[in-house]
């Protein structure tokens, strides 16, 4: 072949193009942008609204459709989901992929601006969302913690965050958990309401025209009072009929670390910027930063010590790889020089990679280093067909060895090397986290072959003329086994027929298929509690400090962390290695803490089995789901679900609405007829019964929350005998009613959901019967649905028409590839029956490990169905090039690949198997490679048996034809 020989005759040429790799791939490889992940950009908004005091149902009501249908008037929308719970709504949209995201919420901020909302109702307020599949966080978290209060801890953050705002690449730092400066205006006149001191606070500051000075035109705005203390209601000072108190608000999330405050900062950096310098930076600045005695900063993450420690793990990994080659190819080839050639054919392949990896604009992250470490094992594959064939030809002492070796078999690891790279195509029909992760990785892995293929044909035969050919191995056991595998030919594939049947019928039934989900967690303890719908934050906080009280008295915590919510708080409590049994007493002592709270939801899990405590419903657990799109309905549907079910003696519990935690109760009033005949409207009515309002107030520079209430707050009895008008009270034009609800709504694509729950007094078996007998018998209207309860949302995956799609789209790209190759479409077919024999393997080998199946084993079989080509390609090439094609004639030929199928199946294996053992959040490919490690035991068994008993048997020449 014309370029082996060209590089054969022109050494200096050949060494120079390998010094330019070697200086390109280094710099390359010091340039590459560093990160744990690659950045990508979602095109996904969120989108929040606050209503004071209002229910979920009023919030769904009156926010959530109306925004939802205006989300849905843009082009481009892919996905919406909302959660409407008291107090505020978060309505999620993702777009489709190249959406322009800023330009769609411009226009969704017009669409909103044109919805009426009622009084009170703050938003919209746009934030950054990511997709939860592939959240991860910001690079850099900080906590500022010691015994102190929020608010000098927080003057410290705030100084803290001027410091590390100087460091190069920092796009954003924000601060969570300080306090916030809060105006409280308590009304003591009964004659003025929050409603009206809130209105007087909105007009604040308005445009009054404009006037000319020197020709210049001048903006006037007038300020009818330069502090709260000067607004006047209806002409009274407010300090006259409220008392006003500037004070500091706890934030809406308390975390504590051991029991302190703490405050956090979170730091997002700048796309391209080197983490691993701006990590050095702030270290540098946190370690000389002044703080008060007892105070300490934590540094919670740095991504920069998760690359290093990936780095350090693929390192080893690629170590490790480089080792497992070695020493089998020495067990093949038996000399230090042939190691290491294919140690330099590994090193250029991987420098060459960085440099097409550096021009392709990616960066050097998790992804693509994992796809290079994969592929140490495939690197060499080329390298070694090559040089074993070389070799070949010396021994047979053939002229030009070099040049005859590499061009017989070039279009075989040509044909080889695309069929591998042709099964990363199908990942393009991934979805969200499968294709962001797998598409980078797909991308590396292909640039990896390819240069190996490069070095195969162009470092391999030159190095080469320096090997010297060894004594032929004859191969004689392999020789009679082919000849035997011959004459039972009908038998042994009759075997492999069957053994595939049952290995389909293992994976469907015995294979566990999809991710598992645990409450089993290493050295550390979890505390989850949830107080009722209504709950003052000062009872979460009592609890939580009992709880913390208790963890304190043990030794051998290294830390503990506290969050507390609203209504709710989660306490994680990490041991030392060297705790010993202090975790389970802890366990223990919390668990008897735990019951005696009542009329709360307590969970405690790690360390052993889930233990909780309160579950907030009345004994009956959810069964089954009721969807549909007109909420109100649903509700009527779900009354007549549940008097079908009390119809059996043995139900018990019924909840039609059930929530995890707990019910809460709705007072609604509803105006009456006769309200309209007196001359009143609901808003009159509402003003009067307004006991508290919130807006904002420009004081200087600064933005202040303001809280306007009453001083004092009335009995719910009395909501009745308010006074509307003189001699009109409010239980003379509205009624009130009491009603529960579930403290959320959720619905996707605009579908409402409710959950049904209930006991079932009998066996599991028996509970299980009845409810699918049940769901068949309920029909429902068309535009309603019902299915059974799912305690855990199925995570996304790879769905069965995704897997479909890839498979045929994989097992077609072979075909085409191979069958161009052949000029024939029956030696493809025998090459392709190396895979369901494959299939024995994966299903073998997750049998015994009892590991799930999950999307990564699955993109380990699609990388896998194009590894297991290979050695067929290179067998049928060398097979079918054969002049008389007798039996001893393809035993014969098949014999000359024995050691090249083997040495690349080893080798292969050994690069593979390191990532079964180790580790790391970045390394995300251990079932992956277990997959094809798998399948690659059983192909090579099917390549060098089956193959030619299947050659034998469809391509041998009869006797007549052979003597002619």
């Known amino acids: 072949m014309y370029m082996i020989s060209w590089f054969l005759k022109r050494p200096i ?31 996904s908004l969120s989108i929040k609204f606050c209503w004071e005091g209002a229910s979920p149902e009023a919030i769904e009501k009156y926010i959530t459709r109306k925004v939802e249908s205006a989300v849905y008037k843009l082009k481009g929308v892919k996905e919406v989901k909302s959660s409407s719970e008291r107090d505020e709504v978060c309505i999620d949209v993702d777009f489709e992929r190249g959406t322009d995201i800023a330009y769609q919420r411009v226009l969704l901020s017009e669409e909103i601006s044109r919805i009426k909302f009622p009084d009170r109702v703050r938003g919209p307020f746009f934030l950054e969302r990511i997709p939860e599949e ?32 100087r460091v190069d690449g920092i796009k954003d730092i924000k601060i969570y958990g300080n306090v916030e400066e809060v105006i409280r205006i308590k009304v003591k006149d009964a004659d003025f309401n929050p409603a009206e001191i809130v209105k007087k606070i909105h007009e604040g500051k308005f445009p009054a025209g404009s006037i000319k000075i020197n020709g210049r035109s001048i903006s006037v705005t007038c300020v009818p009072y330069e502090k709260i203390e000067d607004i006047r209601i209806r002409g009274v000072p407010i300090n006259k009929i409220a008392d006003i108190e500037y004070r500091y608000k706890s934030p809406p999330i308390i975390s504590r670390i051991n029991g302190h405050p703490q405050v956090s900062l979170y730091i997002s950096k700048r796309y391209g910027a080197n983490i691993l310098r701006m990590s050095r930076e702030i270290r540098q600045i946190i ?48 000399r230090i020089y042939n190691i290491i050639i294919f140690t ?187 107080l009722p719908s209504g709950a003052e934050r000062e009872e979460i906080i009592n609890i939580v400090n009992r709880f913390e009280n208790e963890i304190k008295k043990f030794k051998g915590i290294k830390n503990f962390y506290t969050n507390i919510y609203r209504r709710s708080a989660y306490i994680n409590i990490k041991f030392n290695e060297n705790a010993g049994a202090v975790p389970f007493i802890l366990k223990e002592d919390i668990e008897n803490l735990a019951t005696k709270f009542a009329n709360c939801r307590i969970s405690i899990y790690g360390l052993g089995p889930l233990f909780f405590t309160g579950t907030g419903i009345r004994g009956g657990f959810p069964e089954m789901s009721i969807k549909g799109y007109d909420y109100y309905r649903l509700k009527i549907l779900s009354r007549q679900i549940g008097r079908k079910l009390s119809e059996n003696p043995r139900i018990t519990n019924i909840d039609l609405n059930f929530s995890w935690y707990g019910t809460q109760t709705e007072y609604i009033i509803t105006p009456s007829e006769n309200l309209s005949v007196l001359g009143l409207n609901p808003y009159l009515l509402l003003q009067n019964g307004d006991f508290y309002a919130y807006s904002y107030i420009q004081v200087g520079n600064r933005i202040i929350p303001v809280e306007v209430f009453r001083d004092t707050l009335i009995e719910l009895k009395q909501i009745p005998h308010l ?58 209207p068309e535009g309603f649905s019902i299915e059974p309860y799912s305690f855990r949302p199925r995570e996304e995956g790879i769905k069965k028409t995704t897997f479909v799609i890839s498979i045929i789209l994989s097992l077609f790209l072979l075909m085409v590839i191979l069958s161009s190759l052949y000029e024939s479409f029956a030696k493809p077919l025998i090459i392709l029956f190396t895979l369901p024999f494959s299939f024995i393997g994966i299903v073998l080998i997750y049998l015994i490990t009892g590991i799930n199946f999950d999307s990564s084993a699955f993109v380990g079989v699609i990388l896998f169905s194009g590894i297991a080509v290979n050695d067929g390609i290179i067998l049928i090439d060398h097979i079918s090039k054969g002049k008389r094609q007798t039996a001893d004639e393809i035993v014969e030929r098949a014999s000359h690949r024995l050691r090249a199928i083997l040495t690349t199946s080893i080798t292969t294996i050994m690069g593979l198997t390191p990532f079964l053992f180790l580790k790391s959040e970045g390394i995300l490919f251990s079932k992956l490679s277990l997959s094809a490690i798998g399948g690659l035991i059983f192909s090579t068994v099917g390549s060098i048996l089956l193959i030619p008993t299947l050659y034998y048997t469809f391509f041998r020449k009869p006797s007549n034809q052979q003597e002619s």
């Open 723 to 780: 006074r509307i008008r003189k001699g009109i009270e409010v239980r003379d034009v509205c009624l009130l009613r009491k009603e529960k609800s579930p403290p959320t709504i959720k619905r996707e694509h605009q579908e409402y959901k409710m959950d049904i729950a209930y006991t079932f007094r009998g066996t599991w078996k028996m509970a299980s019967n009845f409810k699918k007998a049940f769901l068949h018998s309920i029909v429902l």
């Open 13 to 43: 040429s050949l060494v120079c193009i390998y010094m330019v790799i070697l200086v390109i791939g280094i710099v390359s490889l010091f340039n590459l942008p560093v990160e744990l992940y690659p950045d990508v950009e979602f095109p």
């Open 344 to 530: 330099l054919s590994i090193i250029f392949s991987t420098l060459l990679t960085f440099s097409l990896l550096y021009f392709s604009n990616l960066s050097l992250n998790a992804l693509t280093l994992s796809g290079i470490a994969l592929g140490f094992g495939m690197l060499v594959d080329n390298s070694i067909v090559v040089l074993e064939n070389i070799m070949r030809m010396k021994e047979m002492k053939q002229k030009e060895p070099e040049v005859r070796g590499a061009s017989d078999v070039f279009l075989a690891v040509i044909a080889s090397t695309l069929t591998t790279i042709s099964v990363y195509i199908p990942f393009l029909y991934f979805h969200g986290k499968l294709r962001i992760f797998y598409k980078q990785f797909a991308l590396s892995s292909t640039f990896a072959l390819i240069s190996s293929v490069f070095v195969a044909f162009t470092l391999i035969p030159a190095l080469s003329r320096r090997v010297y050919p060894e004594k032929r191995v004859v191969h004689i056991f392999y020789k009679n086994l082919l000849h035997k595998a011959f004459r039972w030919r009908w038998f042994i594939l009759g075997i492999a027929l069957i053994l595939i049947v049952v290995s389909i019928f293992l994976f469907k039934d015995y294979v566990y298929k999809g991710e598992i989900f645990s409450f089993q967690t290493k050295n550390e303890l979890n505390i989850y509690i949830r």
């Open 287 to 334: 370690r000389n930063f002044p703080l008060k005695k007892g105070m300490k900063i934590v540094i919670a993450r740095d991504e920069a010590d998760i690359i290093r420690d990936t780095i350090r793990k693929i390192g080893l990994l690629g170590i490790i790889s480089i080792f497992g080659v070695g020493l089998a190819l020495f067990l093949f080839f038996k």
């Open 134 to 165: 592939i959240k991860r966080g910001v690079p850099f978290v900080i906590y500022l913690t010691g015994p102190y209060t929020i608010k000098e801890i927080g003057e410290y953050a705030e100084k803290l965050k001027i410091a590390i705002s």
